[in-house]
């Protein structure tokens, strides 16, 4: 049966439609493009966009698998026919042209490497192959020169020489972010061992005492106090991971807290509230538990008769809120101030070891909160976002 005026008129209708939005999204592209403005705002756009890409490979210092990847986009910053950078041992990367070129490169940067100053050698120079002439820049980070870029190219001239030192000196930048990060993680690491050193003289030793007057007269709470004891070791002195869970945390300070217990008895009352949502949420290892010594050893040991502390854990929004709260005595205000900031010396040594931990991973922003007086007690609320991809418990 042949085909009816009607459906020819409709595949028509169709092909037509097909072809509008082919074209319609044809103009659009068109028309984004143009709206990067110039022919120089174009080719900044390009630069950055490289210089963002090369970036992120370089974050994590110079190694051969980060220096690879950003000297693709770095070779095209240069506009050069090769590019490689180096470390002071060897060569970490090489992208373009002048493969041959690649086992002579770091006798042509020893003097750059040794020096810290930029050479220039022409094409036909001895080392260079006679086709290609050679920029060598040296990588500083602080005052030491830990590596090179190399740029490659029919000629040398002026721009190229500016141009390669430029890209050094932003791959330095690179550098001493990466070597910054890594400092930054010593520094955390550093300050859970002393986190660690606090607790042993502090509690390891009144614990031992508290278990020590129960092997007479309760044998059976002594064994399951030095069970919780190694349970709490065993977690405090932990040698992997700079961060666990909520949960992780509230489970190592219900094992203090029944060690402090057996020491002062119904002096210590606690109470806890935790909302189920939160308790997957990863936080800083060790970040809560020296909050709660510090509300039994500087809030409640030194008040006449029994003292409570209140422990809740609440849901507000993209952060997880945890109070530690105690009706203990207090603490001037100013005094606690200052040895936050680091300016005196004091007792809480742990507060001011957490609040610099939690600022340093999240920000100036989700430092400690502390509200307290003399006599007064004192109320702690520390907030963590809930959503952390680059951190494993």
């Known amino acids: 049966m042949p085909d009816s005026p009607l459906l020819t008129a409709a595949a028509v209708a169709v092909i037509a439609m097909a072809i509008a939005v082919v074209v319609g999204v044809g103009l659009k592209v068109l028309r984004s493009f143009r709206d990067l403005g110039t022919d120089a705002e174009r080719a900044t756009y390009h630069t950055l966009h490289a210089a963002s890409q090369a970036g992120q490979h370089l974050r994590r210092g110079l190694n051969p698998t980060g220096a690879a990847k950003a000297s693709r986009q770095l070779r095209t910053l240069l506009g050069s026919e090769a590019l490689a950078i180096t470390d002071t041992s060897g060569v970490l990367a090489w992208d373009g042209a002048g493969d041959d070129l690649k086992p002579r490169l770091m006798d042509l940067a020893a003097p750059v490497l040794a020096g810290g100053r930029t050479a220039v050698l022409p094409a036909g120079a001895e080392g260079t192959g006679g086709s290609l002439a050679a920029v060598i820049a040296p990588v500083r980070a602080d005052s030491r020169v830990v590596g090179a870029v190399a740029a490659f190219a029919p000629s040398a001239g002026a721009g190229l020489v500016r141009a390669t030192g430029e890209v050094a000196d932003w ?3 690179q550098v001493e972010l990466a070597e910054l990060d890594a400092s930054r993680t010593l520094l955390m690491e550093a300050e859970v061992r002393a986190l660690r050193a606090q607790i042993s003289p502090h509690f390891i030793y009144n614990s031992l005492n508290a278990i020590a007057s129960f092997i007479n007269t309760d044998p059976q709470r002594a064994r399951e106090l030095v069970v919780e004891f190694a349970d709490f070791t065993r977690y405090s002195f932990r040698r992997h991971g700079d961060f666990t869970t909520l949960a992780e945390e509230l489970r190592c300070i219900d094992r203090y807290l029944l060690l402090e217990r057996a020491r002062f008895g119904e002096r210590v009352q606690v109470s806890l509230r935790v909302a189920p949502e939160v308790l997957s949420t990863v936080i800083p290892f060790l970040s809560l538990q020296p909050l709660v010594e510090n509300a039994v050893r500087h809030g409640l040991e030194a008040k006449e008769g029994p003292g ?33 900031a680091g300016h005196t010396d004091g007792e809480h040594v742990g507060l001011r070891n957490v609040d610099a931990r939690l600022r340093q991973v999240y920000g100036n922003d989700h430092g400690l909160v502390i509200e307290t007086a003399p006599g007064e007690g004192t109320l702690i609320t520390m907030r963590v976002p809930k959503s952390q991809p680059g951190h494993d418990a």
């Open 171 to 173: 791959v330095a930048v």
């Open 308 to 340: 409570h502390i209140s422990i809740t854990a609440e849901d507000a929004g993209a952060f997880a809120e945890v109070t530690i709260e105690d009706d203990g005595v207090g603490m001037d205000p100013a005094q606690l101030q200052s040895m936050l």
